[in-house]
């Protein structure tokens, strides 16, 4: 582990409805300022001013209301900014949380005011069986139901998905040059995931959003051409930032897009204006072309963080809540089910996990450490 990390064992004392103690474990980067305001979780207790009924509310004011499920970090792809094309070591099949067990932990964060769901990874359609996880999911009653995906297994699950329940789908897609696609995907084919965004659209997923993840010098001279694809097919082209999370730790400041580049090289082709956004904080600034069809989106995690809205938790696939991207905290929840930990031990966790939560992810400050898990292992 990192040794700006530290480990601590809590027990869970606060918990009025278990007697016995059930293992707690956050890890908090020691350096960062604010991560244990008051030096509660240093001293094992919870922050009396921690709420124990209520949405799920941070120490900023930001309610917390979406969840990204992790189903495993094993992905068919080996794209150049998210993992190695060799030597990746996976968890093993014991350490992922069952669906039994996704299911509860999401129907106690539904409880909690959760709203919306997205199943992402690693490639969410790599596990098995994950029809059957959207229909528990779907059964619990989420307004939102989603997932992220590369689509190189979709065009086949695509019916069974949303007949399970799916409502969304996001597409991940960062060149429209098979050539290009396939060096920087790795592995995979352009021609397999645009059938796929056909398919899916026709079972009813539609707008689809198609994410492409810029690199300087790879894939920046493409951004008209996405912009080009979006207004003939009205799927949302969302251009993301490349983010400091790549398994292999290469990531430069000099390989990112800023939003802002995109926003005037599209802007100085084809106006565009911003959408308002209806349906509460999300990540992307959401833009449509002034003169009729098409949107794009725009992810400027680096250039222009959204901390201050930020709304999301994430699951890890082996069962940890993780509140921010770009930190190292996590909160289990997976060792306190197996410990036969109780619904309210769960949201005792979903509670600290949020009420640790930093203001903001610091990429730009110079302390800024990256995160020791990938993309790819987190949930993106
Ligand atoms: N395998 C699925 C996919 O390809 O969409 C879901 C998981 S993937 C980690 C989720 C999203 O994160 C994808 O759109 C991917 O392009 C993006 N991503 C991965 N690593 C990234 C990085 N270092 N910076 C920015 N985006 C990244």
């Known amino acids: 582990m990192d040794d700006s990390l530290h480990r601590l064992s809590l027990e869970n004392a606060n918990d009025a409805t278990t007697a016995r103690s059930v293992p707690v474990t956050l890890s908090v980067r020691a350096h960062q300022e604010g991560s244990d305001a008051g030096g509660f979780v240093s001293r094992g207790i919870d922050d009396p001013a921690m709420p124990t009924e209520g949405p799920l509310v941070d120490r900023y004011s ?10 495993t970090d094993r992905c068919n792809l080996r794209c150049v900014y998210c993992m190695p094309l060799e030597g990746m070591t996976f968890m093993a099949r014991s350490e992922l949380l069952t669906f ?7 129907g106690v964060a539904h409880r909690l005011g959760v709203t919306s769901i997205r199943l992402t990874g690693g490639e969410p359609l790599v596990r098995k069986g994950l029809t059957d996880l959207v229909a528990r999911l779907s059964a619990l009653g989420f307004e939102d139901l989603a997932l992220t995906t590369n689509a190189m297994q979709l065009a086949a699950l695509a019916a069974p998905l ?15 040059r098979a050539d290009r696609y396939e060096s920087i995907r790795r592995r995979g084919d352009l021609a397999t995931v645009l059938e796929a965004m056909d398919v899916a659209e026709r079972v009813g997923l539609s707008p689809i959003k198609v994410n492409v993840v810029l690199i300087r010098g790879s894939n920046d001279d493409e951004i008209l051409d996405f912009a080009a694809f979006a207004r003939e097919t009205g799927r949302i082209v969302r251009f993301i930032e490349f983010m400091p999370l790549d398994a292999q730790g290469e990531w430069d400041r000099d390989q990112l897009v800023p939003g802002r580049e995109v926003f005037e090289k599209i802007d100085a082709q084809w106006p565009l204006e911003p959408v308002a956004n209806l ?7 959401q833009f449509r072309f ?8 725009l992810i400027s995690s680096v250039s222009q963080p959204f901390c201050g809205t930020c709304n999301r938790l994430r699951l ?8 921010c991207l770009f930190s190292d905290d ?20 979903f509670r600290r996990a949020v009420w640790a939560k930093f203001p903001g992810h610091a990429i730009n400050e110079p302390q800024f450490l990256r995160p020791a898990r990938s993309m790819s292992m987190i949930g993106g």
């Open 62 to 71: 930001r309610v917390h209301d979406d969840l990204r499920i992790s189903v």
């Open 279 to 285: 349906q509460g904080p999300a990540p992307a600034e």
């Open 100 to 106: 039994e067990e996704i299911e509860r932990v999401a």
């Open 330 to 349: 996590e909160t289990t929840i997976r060792d306190i089910i197996r410990a036969g930990g109780t619904d309210s031990d769960i949201e005792l966790q």
């Open 162 to 176: 949303v007949s399970a329940g799916l409502k969304r789908v996001n597409i991940s897609c960062d060149s429209l």
């Open 290 to 297: 002034v003169d009729g069809v098409g949107r794009i989106g």
């Open 316 to 323: 890890t696939a082996d069962g940890a809540i993780r509140n």
